[in-house]
């Protein structure tokens, strides 16, 4: 079964400009999670998808990230204009379901954001 | 509102010797617990899972953990350390009784096994 595929691995930007990340999750899995992981510390729920619809972005900055799942399959992360703060590892995951008790994990991508 | 806290941020051991990682939750739900471990340039991957079955979980690699309701503590322990145990172990917490089933982590303990 393939996992939960991330691009790019690693990003390098300006402060100001835009980046997109994109995920796609294990097939047939209904629930997909963004985390920000920044150095030395613990991932951080960013938006939570289940299908095409977004169940939990409490947490996402939302005048600088957007994230889309159009056709509940693969995902788009966008940072508008990005900011040094914003340098993390941004974590894609998926679960069957939303009371799946197991999230997968892809393997992230790298922003430094200079 | 749930959370979890790990209770070291470094555990430094021996090869050989046992393992010990710290974790205390809160949860306004019945929670299912993790714990997943992070090599360096890796993915997440999970060691174990405790979702109200026994408290005594098996994981990968020989580790386990036991779910101590009274103590909301969820604890990682390994008989005996491997080189290759050396990363980063997050504990994470999930609202099953809840609506949106997401994951907190914790911080993270960062294992370094000895020679």
């Known amino acids: 079964e393939a996992g939960v595929a991330q691009s790019p691995r690693y990003k390098i930007i300006e402060k100001r400009q835009s980046v997109a990340f994109w995920c796609n999750p294990i097939?047939?899995?209904?629930?997909l999670y963004w985390y920000q992981q920044i150095l030395g510390q613990g991932p951080k729920l960013l938006i939570q998808f289940q299908n095409n619809g977004v169940v939990d972005d409490s947490q996402l900055p939302k005048d600088r990230f957007s994230a889309e799942r159009l056709k509940g399959v693969d995902s788009t992360l966008k940072i508008q204009p990005a900011k040094l703060e914003d340098s993390a590892v941004y974590l894609c995951?998926?679960?069957?379901?939303?009371?799946?008790?197991?999230?997968?994990f892809g393997q992230g991508t790298r922003l430094t954001v200079v | 509102a749930q959370s979890v806290t790990q209770l070291d941020s470094h555990v430094s051991v021996s090869e050989g010797t046992p393992v010990l990682l710290r974790c205390n939750y809160s949860s306004s739900y019945s929670p299912s617990l993790f714990w997943y471990v992070q090599h360096p340039n890796k993915g997440l991957q999970l060691l174990l899972k405790?979702?109200?079955?026994?408290?005594l979980v098996k994981g990968i690699n020989g580790f386990e953990a036991e779910f101590k309701k009274s103590e909301t503590s969820f604890h990682l322990t390994k008989p005996s350390a491997h080189m290759s145990d050396a990363a980063e172990y997050f504990c994470v917490v999930s609202d099953r009784g809840g609506s949106q089933g997401n994951l907190i982590f914790g911080k993270g303990t960062k294992l370094s096994v000895k020679p």
């Open positions: 097939s047939g899995h209904a629930t």
């Open positions: 405790y979702t109200s079955a026994a408290t």
């Open positions: 995951a998926s679960s069957p379901d939303r009371g799946s008790t197991e999230a997968f």
